[in-house]
C-alpha cells in the first residue's frame, strides 16, 4: 500500500486512490498497478501523474499542432515519414518547460515516498494493455531514476514518447490518431531484485488457459525483456502444480540498479549461469500469485515480478491480447472439449458478423433438443464456427472412423491435431460426462447409409440423380413460395428461421448426404478395384467434364456471356479497364438484346452467389456483381472465344479415354468379365453422383439469399424505430435478437450493443483462427516431421497432378482483383463464388484447404495442378513472381535467378 500523499491535485494519483475504471485518468499500466495494490496485492508503492498532467504540458506547447499534422497524415506503412516527423515531435516536446503547477504536487508526491530511494518511470497511455489493443511496449521505461531533476527530465521524456516512431505506426495502423491517445506517468518505487521475470497465467504458445509460463533471469527484468539474456523457461499445471517442463537457460547476462542511479550490465559467474533461477517453492508461490490475479482482473494475464530480500513483488500487470479467445457458449461439464473449425472446413477463414454466425447453430441438427433450437454442438470464437467432436471422440467406433475421414477428404494435418487431443489422458476423463450414444449414432448414420446402399446397388445412376434434382427443386419453389407468403418483418424473419432449420433433417439428410456419399464411396471402390491395373492418375481423371456440375455450368455460361461482349468491341475495352457499370450501360442500348438477356438468365440462376457466399452480410451477385466483372474481365483477355468451352470439352474427352482405359484394364485377366461390368457400374457412378457436389450449398445460399432480403426488411424497420442507426448495422446483431426486438414495441435501443460489437468484429479480424482448439484454449500441434527440409520449404497437400511454371497472381478479394489467362491463383481460400476465376488459372495454391476442398475439386475438374494447405503462401509468394507449381509431388517453386531459386514444398 503506498503511503498517504499530503495534499490533492488534479495531476497526482497514488496507486491507493486508483482502479481499474481510471484508465483514462492514469492509463493501462496505471490502472492496473493502482487496482492490484488497492486489492492487496505485493505492489512497490507508487503514484500516477495522470492524463490531465499531459494534456496541461501539451497544451501549453504552442508550436505542437503543426507537428502532429503530418503524422496524421501519415500512410500506416510509412515507415520514413514516421522517423522524420515523430522526431520532430520529441525535440520539441523534451525541449519545452516543465510546467510549475505540475512539478511541485509530483515532487511532494516523490517526496512523500522517500528521495532516497530509485524509481522505475514508466509511460502508461490511455490506449495500452486494453483487450483490443496492445499498445504495450509503444512507449518509454526509465530505471532506478534518482534525484529532483532526472526525475522531471525522465517524466517529460515519457511524455514526448507519446510519439516515438514505434508508437505513431501502431497508432495509424490501428485507426488511432494522435488527438486520441493521451499518456500518464507511473513513478514506482524501485525493487531490486536478486531474480526477476515475466509470468504468463496461460501458455502464450499453446494458448492453454491451464498452464502457466514463468521466464526467469538474474537482476532486473529489463535483461529478459530486452531479450539481453537466455532465461529459464517453467510451464507449470495450474490444476496439478506438475512441472510440465522446465528448461534451464544459460543467463550469461544480468542488469543490477547502480547506486548513484541508472543499471549496468554484469557478467553472471559459471557457477549461477546454467542452474535454476527459481526454486520450486518460490515457483510454487509465483504460479498461486499469477492465479490470484488472474481471478481478480478476470482474464489471463501477462505479470512482471520481482524477488528482492525474500519478498515477492507485483510490478506489473495486464492481459494477453494475444490469446485466440475461448469458444462459447462454454461447456456445461468439466470434461476437456475439443472443436474443429467450421470455417477451415468451409475454407473461409474471414470472420462473420453475428447475425450470418448465429445461422450457423440453426442449420447444424446434430446436438439440438428440439427442431428449432440452436445446436449445442455448433460453437464459436473470434466470429468462427466451431464443431464440438467431444461426444464423437468418446465413441469407439466415431473416434477411429472421422480422423481417418478428415484425413482422406479434407486435411490430413486436422486428423493429426485431434488425434493429439484423443491421445492425452485428461480427454479421456470426460467420457463418463460426454458421449455419443448408439442410438444417436444410428439416428443420423443409418438413414444416410441406407440412402449410399440403395443409390449404390439398387438405383439406377441417371435415374437416381434427376430424382434428386427434382426433389431439391422443388423443395426451394415450396420454400420460396412459403417465404413470399409470410408478411414482410417479423413473419417473414420467423418463417425464414423455421425453414433454416429445417434443411438438415429435411433436405441434407434424406437426399444430399446419401447421393454424395455414393460417389464417393464408388470412387473409392473403383480405386480399389483398378489398384495395380492402372495408374490412379487415370481413376483421378473421371472427376473431370463433369457433365450439370452447377458450379461448372456457372462458369461456362459466363464464359458464354464473354464472347457476346467480344461482339461490342466498346464495352470489351472498357470492361478490361475495370469500368463494372459499363455492362448494364451496355445492355440497355439497342443491338445488345441477346447479351441482355444472356446477363439477366445469368443473374436470375446465380444472383444469390458471392465470395464468402456463407457470409449472410455480404452483398449478392444479384446486388453487386463487381466480382463477376472482374472475372469477365479476365475471361476477355483469353486468345479466343470459346476456349472455355474447348476446354471444357477436352476435359469431358479426357475423362472418357479414363473410362475406356479403365474398363479395358479390368477386362483382363482372371474374373475380367465380372471385374469389368463392376467397374462400369462404379463410372457410371462416379460421373452421375460427384457432379452433384455442390448442389447442396447453392441450394443453401439461395435459402440465404431470401434471409437476406428478410433481414433487411426486418432491418428498414429497426432504424424506423430508432433502434438502430443505419441498416447495415443489422449485422452485428443475432438473428434471435432481431426478432425479439421487432416482436417487442417497447424494445429498447440497441445501438451500444452494436457499437461493442463492432469494435469486436475488428479486432477478430486481425486473428488467424486455429483450425483445432480444446475448450482449454489450447491449440493442438501436428506432428512435426523430423525429415531434414532447405529453408523457405513448408509442408501442405497435393491435390491435382500435373506441373505448370507460370507467373503468379495473389488474389486477396476477387471483387477488386482480376486473374489474367496463364496465371497461377495465389490465395489463402476460395469458395464457389471464385469458381469463375479457375477458368483462366493456369495452376492454384493455396493456404487453407485438403483433397475436398473447394479449390481442390474445381482444379480437379478443370486439370490444373495444385497445391492447398501451404501456410503463408500468400505473405511468401508475390504477383508477378514466377512459379513451378507440382501438383504430383507437392511442390511450389519459387523461380528467382537460377543459383537462387528456393522450393516451398508441400
Known sequence: MSPPLSGSSPFILPFSHISEADVARVGGKGASLGAMASAGFPVPPGFCVTTEAFSGFVSGCAGLEALLEPLDALEPEDTEGAREFSQRVREYLVSQPFPEEIARPLLDAWRALGTEHGYAVRSSATLEDLPDASFAGQQDTYLNVRGERELLERVRACWASLFTERAVLYRRRHGYTSSVARLSVVVQRMVHPEVSGILFTADPVTGDRTVCSVDASYGLG??????????????????TGEHLE??????????????????????????????????????????????????????????????????????????????FPLPEPRPRDTALHVYLSFSHLQVNTAPLPPLSLSLMPLLFALGKRTRE??????????????????PAMHHPFLARLFPRMLAGLVDPTLADRVRAVLARPEFHEGRGQVVAS???????????????????????????????????????????????????????????????????????????????????LSWRLLGGLMRGRVDARVVESLGRGLE?????????????????????????????????????????????????????????????????????????????????????????????????????????REAEQAATVVLEAAGRGIGGWLRHRLARALIA???????????????????????????????????????????????????????????????????????????????????????????????????????????????????????????????????????HPGEILVTTFTDPGWTPLFLHAAGLVMEVGGLMTHGSVVAREYGIPAVVGVEGAVGRIQTGQRLRVDGERGFVTLLGPAEESAEVAA
Not at 455460361?557 to 464473354?562: V, Y
Not at 439497342?590 to 464468402?612: N, T
Request: aromatic letters at 6%; charged letters at 25%.
Open 222 to 239: 529489463e535483461a529478459l525483456v530486452s531479450g539481453l539474456v537466455n532465461a529459464d523457461l517453467y510451464r507449470v499445471s495450474k490444476r
Open 685 to 819: 457412378r462416379v460421373r452421375a453422383y460427384l457432379a452433384l457436389r455442390e448442389h447442396h450449398k447453392f441450394f443453401v445460399v439461395r435459402l440465404l439469399m431470401h434471409l437476406r432480403r428478410a433481414v433487411l426488411e426486418g432491418a428498414e424497420v429497426m432504424v424506423s424505430r430508432g433502434l438502430l442507426a443505419s441498416a447495415g448495422d443489422v449485422w452485428l446483431l443475432e438473428l434471435d435478437e432481431l426478432i425479439a426486438a421487432l416482436a417487442d414495441p417497447a424494445h429498447g435501443s440497441l445501438r451500444e450493443r452494436v457499437e461493442r460489437r463492432r469494435a469486436e468484429q475488428a479486432r477478430y479480424a486481425e486473428l488467424s483462427p486455429p483450425p483445432v482448439l480444446t475448450s482449454d484454449g489450447e491449440v493442438p500441434r501436428a506432428p512435426v516431421s523430423t525429415e531434414a527440409l532447405p529453408p523457405g520449404v513448408l509442408a501442405g497437400v497435393p491435390v491435382s497432378s500435373g506441373m505448370v511454371e507460370g507467373v503468379a497472381r495473389v488474389v486477396r478479394d476477387p471483387s477488386s482483383e482480376v486473374l
Open 246 to 323: 522446465v528448461r534451464v537457460g544459460d543467463k550469461a547476462h544480468a542488469i543490477y540498479s547502480l547506486p548513484g542511479g541508472g543499471t549496468e550490465k554484469r557478467e553472471v559467474s559459471e557457477a549461477l549461469r546454467c542452474v535454476r533461477a527459481l526454486s520450486d517453492t518460490w515457483l510454487a508461490r509465483l504460479v498461486e500469485l499469477g492465479r490470484q490475479v488472474e481471478a481478480r482482473r478476470g482474464s489471463p494475464q501477462d505479470v512482471e515480478w520481482g524477488i528482492a530480500d525474500g519478498e515477492l513483488f507485483l510490478l506489473q500487470a495486464r492481459p494477453i491480447t494475444s490469446l
Open 373 to 390: 433450437e440452436p445446436s449445442l454442438l455448433m460453437v464459436h470464437a473470434a466470429g468462427r464456427a466451431y464443431v464440438d467432436l467431444t
Open 548 to 652: 450439370g456440375n452447377v458450379t461448372t455450368d456457372m462458369d461456362l455460361e459466363l464464359g458464354d456471356i464473354a464472347d457476346l461482349v467480344r461482339e461490342h468491341p466498346a464495352l470489351e475495352e472498357r470492361l478490361r479497364r475495370g469500368e463494372v457499370a459499363a455492362l448494364a450501360e451496355a445492355c440497355s442500348r439497342p443491338g445488345a438484346e441477346r447479351l441482355d438477356a444472356a446477363w439477366r438468365r445469368f443473374l436470375s440462376r446465380y444472383g444469390s452467389r458471392c465470395p464468402g457466399e456463407l457470409d449472410i452480410a455480404l452483398p449478392r451477385w444479384e446486388e453487386d456483381p463487381s466480382s463477376l466483372l472482374n472475372s469477365l474481365a479476365g475471361m476477355l483477355r483469353a486468345p479466343r472465344p470459346g476456349l472455355h468451352r474447348d476446354r471444357h470439352a477436352a476435359a469431358v
Open 438 to 520: 448408439w442410438g444417436g449414432v444410428l439416428s443420423f448414420v443409418g438413414p444416410v447409409l441406407s440412402g449410399v446402399a440403395s443409390r449404390l446397388l439398387l438405383q439406377e445412376p441417371v435415374r437416381a440423380r434427376g430424382d434428386y434434382e427434382r426433389a431439391m427443386e422443388a423443395w426451394a419453389r415450396e420454400y420460396e413460395g412459403r417465404l413470399a407468403a409470410a408478411s414482410p418483418g417479423l413473419e417473414r424473419l420467423r418463417v425464414a428461421r423455421q425453414e433454416l432449420c429445417g434443411f438438415f433433417p429435411d433436405v441434407l439428410l434424406p437426399l444430399s448426404l446419401p447421393i454424395l456419399g455414393a460417389g464417393m
